[in-house]
């Protein structure tokens, strides 16, 4: 039996070179997730971020005036609201999925 002939691939440049090294700081979104139980504050704390907007799969956020999307019937929803902030021109600098 013949063997098959491997094609050989140019090598390609590691990135990964003391040329590409970068220093300094990087303006990077801050993510977190806050847990606890009920009426600890979560919602409160998340309310005090810059320029919030909530999405909420119930009412936890009644109380607050806050900016908040219609509640969502389904991941689809979610995910259209995800879209919305990406993509459409808004103040909003935080999202809170509560």
Known sequence: MTQPIRQQT???MSRMTLANVTRGKQER???AIVY???GVGKSTFAANAPSPI???SEDGT?????A??????SWVDALEAVRVLT???HAYKTLAID
């Not at 009644?62 to 806050?66: E, G, Q, T």
């Open 68 to 73: 908040r999307f219609p509640t969502p019937n």
């Open 29 to 31: 979104p801050v993510r």
């Open 10 to 12: 140019a090598p390609t």
């Open 87 to 89: 993509h459409e021109e």
């Open 62 to 66: 009644s109380h607050l005036d806050v």
């Open 36 to 38: 606890g139980v009920e």
């Open 54 to 56: 909530f999405l909420c």
